[in-house]
C-alpha cells in the first residue's frame, strides 16, 4: 500500500525491504528490495530499486533495474483527498527480462479524523515482451486503512486483489502490519494471507527506512 506522501525537496531516503512468501503451488519465494527515493522538485520524488529474487519459485525479474518517478498533485481539502500517481520503468537487465516493463499507478490518500486515514492505489503494468505463460498487461487494486498510535507506531491494514505475471492466477491478499519509529529510522512488519484461490499462499515482510 502507497500514499501520497513524497521525500521532501534535496533530501533522499534509503530502504531495505525482505520479504518470504510461499505460493498456492507449494513454493516458496524470498525477496530483497533495497531501494533510495530523493526529492528531485517540490511534491515530486525519483527512486531506483534491484530487486534480488530466490527460492523455488520463479525468479523472474531478479536483478532489473527499476527506474520510479512519483508526483503528488494537490494537498487534501475539505472532501477532496490528496491525489499523486507513479510511473516505474523496469530495464531488462536480470533473470529471465526482455523489454521494457512499465508499472503506472494511481494514488489516493483522505484523512477520516485526526489521526485515521484511507488509501486507494490501481495500477496497471505493461509486461512488453512476454513470455508464454504470461500476461501481457495485469491490473491491481488495493484498499488500505492506517492510524496513527502513541510511541511512534503507525498501524496498517489492507485488502490487495492483483492479477498475477503468470497467466490464469491472481492475488487475493488481506494484509496488516506496524511502523515504528526508532531514532532517526522506521522499522516496518507486515503479514499477509491469501483469500481463497490466491495465487500467493501467505507473505512476510521487514523493512527499515531512514530519510538523509
Known sequence: MDDTTVTGRGKRTAQLSTAAERTAAGDHRARLDPQLKAGIAEGWQASVTV?????????????????????????????????GASLRL???????????DTRFKLLATKTLAERHRVHLNALLENNQEPRPNERSNRRGLVVGYDVQLR???????????????????????????????????????GVGAGLRDSATDWRL????????
Open 51 to 83: 530487486p534480488v529474487i530466490g527460492g523455488s519459485a520463479s525468479r523472474a525479474t531478479s536483478g532489473d533495474v527499476r527506474l520510479g518517478l512519483q508526483g503528488k498533485f494537490n494537498d487534501e481539502a475539505g472532501w477532496l483527498p490528496s491525489l
Open 90 to 100: 523496469d530495464l531488462p537487465t536480470g533473470r529471465d527480462s526482455e523489454g521494457l
Open 151 to 189: 510511541g511512534g507506531t503507525l498501524l496498517l491494514a489492507d485488502y490487495v486483489v492483483e492479477q498475477a505475471r503468470e497467466r490464469g492466477r491472481h492475488d487475493r491478499l488481506l494484509e496488516a502490519g506496524l511502523r515504528q519509529k526508532v531514532g532517526e529510522g522506521v522499522l516496518g512488519f
Open 205 to 212: 515482510r521487514v523493512s527499515w527506512q531512514q530519510e538523509f
